[in-house]
DNA sequence: CCCAGTCGTGAGAGCGCTCTCACAGGTCAC
DNA sequence: GTGACCTGTGAGAGCGCTCTCACGACTGGG
């Protein structure tokens, strides 16, 4: 036999169901599509029909008249390695996906980290596959975003874009503000030389966390001190780099700002390789709350990013654009100190 | 100005590369499919003329002709609280994504722990949305795999069916065969009393691993003893409390083999709160692999998992399916014993 | 020199759905 | 009674693409 099923689908069309049900095409569709303008009788002889012959609306037909698929994609624009080891990556892809499904669209999930990828992203999305996307981004780069949209494809970006490009929409968290809460609390709670060990420079909640910590220095009157300042990265490895340094070129340090709580770990560890005890020597305060930093011995006190916030925020601000609902442009959501033992 | 650019999409359709690239639309098609039997000339004016006006194919009208979406969907099976916290399920994830956009495809990631929510994915995937489904679960049930079969998707299990259901698709690692090794290991370097700590007995993974350990016992030739088996699960809070109980009911075991890295972890917690010392007293192996495992303290001895194996070779088993190419039914990977600290 | 066999091409028929439009049949105000 | 207005319905025109089929223009073997 050489007769076999086309690949994947069984038919199973609308027309067949029209049939079956003694209506026009239009009308099993007003039925199926949930129109108000049907007949009591119309709508159960269609909907009868529709059940016995297990009837399934085809995605494609539907896209093809409407120009929407009724799935939104969330992109990462990194590499593997990094997305799947970032608990934050992991945190926004859970509540995006969460938010997405509670609207009953589709979450298409790609990671983007080569040019070659990125350029078959943009042709996927815009031959209309998707509504919209959802760009997971923490490098400045925001040319991604913007040939999306010059595409027609609605982007809304996580984290912020470098040159205050108007007209793109972001969603951010108050990295600023949440250095510099850091930084006052181990001021206000005696610590007389506080250092900080940056995130990466190169990505906006690394510079705008460093920006926090700098104006929380200036505000109680202290001068800038750049030996105080250890540039390091958001890893585990880099956080304890950079503090080896730091306590080399500094043994005078009493507190750590850390650039996240991965880095905040290495730091530690760090610390206690140089015989340092933590708090009793050297305050430490990472930055994102991850669940680890609870778990973690000593527990860190830490910067708490609204992860579940941030996915929900941006992916709400997608579909009142994609529904031309007037939204916000941008949000900026606050942070706050989670204080255990390290500080 | 009441008029708006349509939802998402500036036309630019095959029939306007064709009418600028002075060719009929059919031709046009040839082109940008690829096809061989295209005269040169037209195959340069009709890519010259698709670049020049940013021609990108529209994917659900290919999509309606062809019957195929060119998208893969990635389908947990899984609350996400799980999902989302256990390394298994994001290794496949990533190596899964890996495979799939190697082909040039699109992976669809969802997460269905809901009834309702797993209606709407079967829906979804029989409407044409998807080509074929990776399905992770790792309960039993693969009543979710049947359904989607007879909507006419293809679909690959990762886990092993219940009932030895012919005509499904699975991949599996070789869970009988990890817990064996383990428990000959032990038995092999002098341990006298060894014990394990199942992980979810519900789950095929964990019952096939403790049926390993017990094939191991007996062909010891020693008499199966059910004081040494304790009921766990594969989460670190599970492996701490059932190794609690199991050292009150047995003080005297000298090995245990755990159902999980993880529970592996709260194993050796329970240990030493016990006053126990790792392999000095008792020797414990975990299962898996995970990242974690080499990064504790102590450095884990576990059964490694091929887990980006597993994933690459259920995507691939997929492909084959959906281009008749005639792949096997099932695959089962076989598991190595890594060697560190604690066995 | 003719006919079979390539090769490149265009015409045109759909794929399965949505949506506009027209229309029949009713209801209501005047 | 007549016009204005609903309300439910069907006919039919596409959406943008692929793919079959037929056809003209070449080839080359006899």
Redesign the interface.
């Known amino acids: 036999m050489t007769q076999q099923?086309?690949?994947?689908?069984?038919a199973a069309t609308l027309e067949e169901v029209a049939a079956r049900a003694g209506v026009s095409r239009a009308t099993a569709s007003r039925v199926l599509r949930g129109a108000s303008n049907v007949s009591d009788s119309a709508r159960d002889a269609v909907m009868a029909a529709a059940q016995e012959i297990?009837y399934?609306?085809?995605?494609?037909?539907r896209?093809?008249v409407t120009?929407?698929?009724d799935?939104i994609a969330?992109l990462v624009d990194e590499t593997?390695e990094r997305m799947?080891?970032d608990p934050f990556f992991?945190?926004m892809?859970?509540s995006a996906?969460?938010a997405v499904?509670s609207e009953?669209l589709?979450?298409?999930?790609?990671?983007a980290s080569r040019e070659e990828?990125r350029d078959?992203f943009v042709?996927?999305a815009?031959?209309?596959?998707v509504?919209?996307v959802l760009l997971i981004s923490l490098h400045g780069n925001n040319d991604l975003q913007r040939r999306l949209e010059n595409?027609?494809?609605?982007t809304v970006l996580s984290g912020r874009p470098v040159r205050r490009a108007r007209n793109l929409y972001y969603v951010d968290a108050d990295n600023v503000g949440g250095g510099r809460l850091a930084t006052e609390h181990l001021l206000a709670s005696g610590r007389r030389v506080v250092a900080t060990v940056t995130g990466a420079l190169d990505m906006s909640a690394g510079a705008d966390r460093l920006a926090g910590y700098r104006a929380a220095i200036e505000a109680a009157g202290l001068a800038a001190d750049e030996t105080l300042i250890a540039s390091g990265g958001f890893t585990s490895t880099a956080g304890h780099d950079a503090t080896a340094r730091l306590l080399e070129q500094r043994p005078d340090v009493d507190a750590i700002v850390v650039g996240s709580d991965l880095a905040a770990f290495g730091a530690i560890r760090a610390l206690q390789q140089a015989g340092r005890r933590v708090l009793d020597d050297v305050a430490v305060i990472g930055f994102d709350d991850i669940?680890e930093a609870a778990e973690h011995d000593p527990p860190l006190t830490t910067v708490r990013q609204p992860i579940a916030d941030l996915g929900s925020t941006m992916t709400r601000m997608l579909l009142d654009r994609?529904a031309d609902r007037a939204p916000r442009r941008s949000a900026v959501l606050p942070v706050e100190l989670v204080l255990r033992a390290t500080a």
Do not use: I, K, M, W
């Open positions: 099923t086309r690949a994947g689908r069984n297990a399934t609306p085809n995605r494609a037909a896209s093809l120009g929407r698929s799935s969330f593997e799947f080891s992991l945190g892809l859970r996906q969460d499904a009953g589709q979450l298409v999930f790609t990671v990828e078959r042709a996927y815009a031959g209309g596959h509504d919209g595409a027609g494809v609605p669940r994609l």
